[in-house]
């Protein structure tokens, strides 16, 4: 995973990076559209997900092929603009959850610089729309590309109160890093979710499917 860790640090402009772990993602279609399966070439999407004092780091790498290539950006680091409702177009998600606490956040961005971190007391609780966005975290997004795939980094700060850092060596974090891509296909713009681990039908919410971030096991 060594080209990994180049990459992911590379896209923060080399930032203090502490250890690394790495998600690829799996690509589910949604239902209504499963008729169309047979003609979407799902992107490899792998999710990098590191930790510095007091930011989450996390990094999507997604190939180019015929699914990603409406997927357009300008290399370097993207304005913030807050905006709701990102999930009905392309976007780059992650969920975040201290270890034995209900409540989490849902950080959702876009490759325009559009972003918003919402803020759950459990499980789609309160059940508005749009969520409840917090205002406690800063977020600064970077993209880059070549050839054969884009690269696209969010950096959320501060995290806790404590550090991010201080609390995943205390006790870890349950994380999510999801991705939802809009492929046009005969015009219309078909739903595909990627994660790490599907609920059945696809719910990026359900936190049975999250994975543990322990500091012990990442990547060095």
């Known amino acids: 995973m060594a080209i990994s860790m180049v990459v992911h640090q590379a896209l923060f402009r080399h ?6 772990h790495t998600f690829p993602l799996i690509a ?3 239902g209504d559209f499963a008729h169309l399966a047979h ?3 799902p992107p490899q999407i792998t999710a990098h997900i590191s930790g510095s004092e007091a930011a989450l780091q996390l ?3 997604v190939e180019k092929t015929s699914a990603s290539a409406h997927l357009q950006a300008q290399s370097g680091e993207l304005k913030p603009i807050r905006a709701d409702y990102l999930w009905q177009k392309d976007c ?3 969920f975040i959850q201290r270890i034995d606490e209900a409540a989490y956040l849902e950080m959702n961005a876009n490759l325009t610089g559009e972003f918003n971190i919402y803020q759950f007391d459990a499980y789609r609780t309160p059940p508005i729309m749009p969520p409840v ?3 406690d975290y800063a977020l600064q997004s970077f993209v880059d590309a070549d050839d054969h795939h884009l690269y696209f980094a969010v950096e959320i700060s501060p995290l806790f109160e404590q550090g991010l850092q201080t609390q995943w060596l205390a006790q870890g974090l349950n994380v999510n890093p999801a991705v939802i891509l809009y ?3 005969d015009g219309e713009a078909v739903p595909v979710y990627y994660a790490h681990r599907h609920a059945t039908p696809p719910d990026f919410h359900h936190s049975a499917y999250w994975q543990r971030l322990d500091y012990r096991t990442a990547e060095e």
């Open 39 to 41: 003609r979407i070439e």
């Open 92 to 94: 780059f998600e992650c």
């Open 59 to 61: 990094s999507f790498i």
């Open 133 to 135: 966005a917090s205002q």
């Open 28 to 30: 589910v279609i949604d």
């Open 15 to 20: 930032r203090a990076i502490d250890a690394m």
């Open 183 to 185: 492929p046009i296909i």
